[in-house]
């Protein structure tokens, strides 16, 4: 029996699995042609591909497997984390994205046991688009809103420019030119239908409001906003030559 606090090996996760697929009529073997365990009955042949740790490596040893077989698992010990957080969530995505099936096996006092998270099967791939409609429209939404590209991708712990902080300097800058304004004239003047409300929770404590119905913008919002001389111009220029002014209904 293992104590808790003893090392396992991948040769550990095989004696549940290969009790496991023996209870559903399989022949099982280990290390069959680079297989860690392969299992056959009649025609099927099941895969199991084991490591300590859900890894790259691990990912691409089962996808050769599929080169064989239509039925691949990836089996693993069964995470100390939560199975309810983000990240397991992600990585059961993938899972059944690469159409693999996922083994975990638990040790305790009384042995080690397994258990089929997930079946290999197809991924349906257009359920998965229909099922996550609401953020594509929202990066969708997202890039229309946004002049310019002032991000670098695959930075991390950095300011990131976005469309809400865009419409914060379109609407900072106008009240830098023209002084005082109400959210209506500031639409006239072609900032967003969300001015209101941008200016209501005043998120970057950029603006203030002045009397009713009025706001004009605090010495930090200008300061902020001389950080981004291009997107200042952009604005100002635009709303000189109308292009973004209109009438209200």
């Given at each position: 029996?293992?104590?808790?606090?003893?090392?396992?090996?991948?040769?550990?996760?095989?004696?549940?699995?290969?009790?496991?697929?023996?209870?559903?009529?399989?022949?099982?073997?280990?290390?069959?042609?680079?297989?860690?365990?392969?299992?056959?009955?009649?025609?099927?042949?099941?895969?199991?591909?084991?490591?300590?740790?859900?890894?790259?490596?691990?990912?691409?040893q089962?996808?050769?497997?599929?080169?064989?077989?239509?039925?691949?698992?990836?089996?693993?010990p069964?995470?100390?984390?939560?199975?309810f957080?983000?990240?397991?969530?992600?990585?059961?995505?993938?899972?059944?994205?690469?159409?693999?099936?996922?083994?975990?096996?638990s040790?305790s006092?009384?042995?080690?046991?397994?258990?089929v998270?997930?079946?290999?099967?197809?991924?349906?791939?257009?359920?998965?688009?229909?099922?996550?409609?609401?953020?594509?429209?929202?990066?969708?939404?997202?890039?229309?809103?946004?002049y310019?590209?002032?991000?670098?991708?695959?930075s991390?712990?950095?300011?990131?420019?976005?469309?809400?902080?865009?419409?914060?300097?379109?609407?900072?800058?106008l009240?830098?030119?023209?002084?005082?304004?109400?959210?209506?004239?500031?639409?006239?003047?072609?900032?967003?239908?969300?001015?209101?409300?941008?200016?209501?929770?005043?998120?970057?404590?950029w603006?203030e409001?002045?009397?009713?119905?009025?706001y004009?913008?605090?010495?930090?919002?200008?300061?902020e906003i001389?950080?981004?001389?291009?997107?200042?111009a952009?604005y100002?220029?635009?709303?000189?030559?109308?292009?973004?002014?209109?009438e209200?209904?």
């Open positions: 029996m293992k104590t808790k606090t003893e090392k396992r090996y991948e040769v550990d996760l095989y004696k549940p699995i290969r009790n496991y697929f023996a209870r559903q009529g399989y022949e099982v073997f280990g290390e069959v042609k680079h297989c860690d365990v392969a299992a056959i009955k009649e025609e099927e042949l099941v895969i199991v591909e084991c490591k300590l740790n859900l890894s790259v490596e691990l990912l691409i089962a996808t050769k497997r599929q080169r064989l077989t239509d039925q691949v698992y990836v089996a693993i069964k995470p100390k984390y939560s199975l957080s983000k990240k397991w969530q992600d990585i059961t995505h993938m899972i059944r994205r690469l159409e693999l099936g996922l083994i975990l096996v040790f006092k009384n042995g080690a046991s397994m258990e998270k997930i079946p290999p099967g197809p991924f349906d791939r257009q359920k998965s688009m229909r099922q996550n409609q609401r953020i594509r429209s929202r990066v969708i939404a997202e890039i229309k809103g946004r310019g590209d002032y991000n670098v991708g695959g991390h712990q950095t300011k990131i420019m976005t469309a809400y902080k865009q419409s914060c300097i379109q609407i900072a800058s009240l830098q030119q023209h002084g005082p304004l109400s959210p209506k004239s500031l639409r006239q003047m072609g900032a967003g239908d969300k001015t209101l409300s941008i200016l209501a929770k005043n998120y970057y404590g603006f409001k002045i009397k009713r119905g009025v004009a913008v605090t010495d930090a919002g200008k300061n001389n950080a981004y001389p291009e997107l200042v952009h100002v220029q635009a709303q000189q030559k109308g292009e973004f002014t209109r209200m209904p």
